[in-house]
């Protein structure tokens, strides 16, 4: 308890009031030593002129001159000398009607203080004290860390073949055609430091330092600049990627990465001094983010009219329709239909309406973060889908307090990270500075929920606003499976000396081998294997790079072979080349036990026409 003194104002309140003391100890955080707080029971007797039952009653505030408040005005003048809640105040005595409502709301909780103490345990739990972030925010940036080593890893052993010189998509040739149409803009809308240099060594540099900076992250070394120069170099070979860097997780790094820059603590490594929590709006906005990624997940399915949606019959075909399944998706394409309905209700339910408990209270917010991130481990353990369920359960992680992470952390480092004090700033520079671009990632996430919500009122200009930010991709739309694939088609690609007898060239990661079971092979993305199973929707003139990719095999481009799980022409490429497609479907069990088959299939016909260099 604090000494009453006349050099500071005293609030007095009810000490043996359970809901009370809750509230003191709150208020006490944010206050600090500018106010003593005493039980009344104890200090009463220092202030004869108000009557014991004003006491029970209401809190009191005493000023060092002897004015006396009391209720709701005693309650925003203690709170109105903490830093950032002199507002309340201001409201309490300048707007119509609000001081006679806050003193009927003060007097509503006074007379209900036992079931609102209740009601606090359920939704808050045995923590009430100001939440602190620093735990989630270290290990959101580690995390962070991870995801950019497996993305800029598994890019290095491919990007050669993908978009090098002697690649799919030459980023050189792609950099001249810009060039050539967009003129001096190209900058903006095409930000890459392959306008410097787009050569394969320069490619290849981008992908090293991006692994040699994703480990610095993940040590928590001069994290600041780190995460800049990360950002940076991703942005450049996603912006030179074309179709094969255009998934839907390069974005989500690509944002999560831009606000990561924000949350960025300032310092040489982990021996350094505790770190404070983060800035409050740079978690406000990735949870932001994470609301908009899960949200409109949901809303994409709803809004597309898709008839495997709205009948809940999605999960029918989505296990050996995705793009890579893994051996467990062949488990779950076994289970009894009512189950796959019921998991679609699931999954609107946590892609709808869990996304909302984000800005709950505490125990309803980790309820929350624990669907959200049950929903990701079910669908990694189904599908491969690169770093893109271990972003969203580092963004889930931001949800959980210190006070939570402390008893999961090694002591030791929840020791260091953690700060329990509240340390106030009146002024910071880097706040600032980071302001400004905080203020633009929330009005561009706004309006990826207006527009995803078919908001019609707002300007043009706004929207405008929106696509002039896109090529930095700090602000995305995000749904996979709006409209979901009922059936599974599969492009062989197959090579001939003598246009008679045809050999299949044969992919790491798609299925191919009837008998090879489907591969678990995330975060590592193998990117030409997603892009044939784009591919198959449609046909090659819808996908203009597939061509392409036949011409380099028609010229043997070691590069692009090194895609390959196995070039059936060693010694010299073939003289033909054409792609044959065929319909694929998981085995049922009594399919799967005689041979060991995981999938049947069917000739559908030809994909590809047979050609050879001229």
């Not at 019959?313 to 062949?330: I, K, N, R, S």
């Not at 972003?391 to 952390?409: K, P």
């Amino acid at each position: 308890m604090d000494s009453p003194a006349r050099d500071k104002p005293t609030l007095v309140f009810d000490g043996d009031c359970s809901f009370c003391r809750l509230w003191i100890e709150r208020w006490r955080e944010l206050t600090g030593d500018r106010i003593h707080y005493a039980p009344y029971q104890q200090a009463a007797g220092d202030f004869p002129q108000i009557p014991r039952e004003d006491f029970k009653r209401s809190v009191q505030l005493i000023q060092p001159d002897g004015k006396v408040t009391s209720a709701a005005h005693a309650v925003f003048q203690s709170l109105a000398l903490a830093p950032g809640f002199g507002w309340m105040l201001w409201v309490y005595q300048h707007v119509p009607g609000a001081a006679p409502a806050a003193e009927l709301s003060y007097r509503y909780v006074a007379r209900n203080r036992n079931p609102l103490y209740k009601l606090t345990r359920l939704f808050w739990g045995r923590h009430f004290e100001r939440p602190s972030f620093a735990l989630g925010s270290w290990l959101f940036m580690r995390l962070l860390g991870v995801a950019y080593f497996f993305a800029f890893l598994s890019l290095a052993t491919q990007i050669l073949g993908l978009i090098g010189s002697n690649g799919i998509l030459p980023a050189t040739d792609f950099l001249r055609m810009v060039e050539a149409r967009v003129g001096a803009e190209r900058y903006w809308f095409f930000p890459t430091l392959a306008w410097l240099n787009s050569g394969d060594a320069a490619l290849r540099a981008m992908c090293l330092g991006g692994t040699i900076g994703s480990v610095l992250l993940i040590l928590d070394i001069v994290p600041l600049p780190v995460s800049a120069v990360l950002w940076v170099l991703y942005l450049s070979v996603v912006t030179v990627g074309q179709d094969f860097l255009a998934f839907q997780w390069d974005s989500l790094l690509l944002e999560a990465g831009f606000l990561g820059i924000l949350m960025a603590p300032w310092h040489l490594w982990l021996r350094a001094p505790a770190k404070p929590s983060p800035p409050r709006f740079v978690r406000w906005l990735l949870w932001f983010l994470l609301f908009r990624l899960m949200f409109s997940s949901g809303m994409v399915k709803l809004a597309s009219g898709d008839p495997a949606w709205r009948n809940l019959t999605a999960l029918d075909y989505h296990y050996y329709t995705q793009p890579l399944p893994t051996v467990f998706a062949w488990y779950a394409h076994l289970a009894p239909a009512w189950f796959q309905h019921a998991s679609v209700v699931l999954m609107f339910f946590i892609e709808l309406f869990v996304p909302f408990l984000i800005l709950a209270p505490r125990l309803w917010r980790f309820a929350g973060a624990g669907l959200l991130i049950l929903l990701q481990l079910l669908i990694a353990l189904t599908g491969n889908y690169a770093f893109f369920n271990l972003l969203t359960v580092a963004l889930c992680l931001l949800l959980f307090d210190d006070a939570f992470l402390a008893g999961i952390f090694p002591r030791w480092l929840a020791g260091r990270v953690r700060v329990p004090a509240f340390p106030v700033r009146r002024f910071s520079f880097r706040r600032w500075i980071t302001a400004p671009f905080a203020t633009v990632v929330l009005l561009a996430g706004m309006l990826q929920i207006a527009d995803l919500l078919g908001v019609q009122w707002l300007p043009s200009s706004a929207f405008q606003m929106l696509s002039n930010l896109q090529p930095l991709r700090i602000s995305n739309g995000y749904g996979l499976f709006a409209v979901m694939t009922t059936t599974r088609s599969e492009i062989f690609i197959q090579g001939s000396d003598d246009a008679k007898t045809w050999v299949d060239y044969e992919f790491k990661y798609k299925p191919g081998d009837l008998r090879r079971a489907p591969r678990w092979v995330q975060p590592f993305q193998p990117r030409l294997d997603w892009q044939m199973w784009f591919a198959a929707l449609g046909n090659y003139q819808s996908s203009p790079w597939f061509s392409r990719l036949m011409l380099r095999l028609l010229q043997g481009s070691p590069q692009v072979l090194a895609l390959l799980e196995r070039n059936p022409f060693p010694h010299a490429p073939p003289k033909y080349v054409r792609a044959v497609v065929y319909d694929y479907q998981f085995t049922t069990w009594d399919e799967h036990r005689p041979q060991g088959d995981w999938w049947t299939r069917r000739l559908l016909g030809d994909y590809f026409p047979v050609v050879a260099l001229k």
